[in-house]
């Protein structure tokens, strides 16, 4: 599981506290089959840049769910909890 944000990034913040701080979630992202990835955008960062481009997409906030392969199984810039837990249990189940 992949998140881009940033600092300045006001819906990043409000989806950090909505869902990155809810106990499923965590719980979930925390599971030894799971690896979270948060790619801070602030300021001068052209690797973090680069790995924004690389997903097609060109804002923020970004999350995207690989499966254990690399493959790309889930991609959205604006998500649930709910939305979280099942796409993460997707790419798991895929491999």
Do not use: H
């Not at 599981?1 to 979630?25: D, G, P």
């Not at 925390?30 to 790995?51: C, F, L, W």
């Amino acid at each position: 599981a992949m998140v881009i944000t940033a600092a300045w990034c006001l819906n990043c913040k409000a989806l950090e506290q909505s869902v990155f701080r809810n106990t499923a979630v965590v719980e979930r992202l925390q599971q030894d089959d799971v690896v979270p990835i948060k790619v801070d955008i602030t300021g001068n960062n052209p690797a973090g840049k680069e790995r924004l481009r690389r997903t097609g997409y060109l804002t923020i906030p970004l999350l995207v769910i690989y499966a254990p392969d690399g493959r790309e199984i889930w991609k959205r810039s604006f998500y649930t909890a709910s939305d979280v837990i099942q796409a993460v249990d997707q790419a798991t189940a895929a491999f």
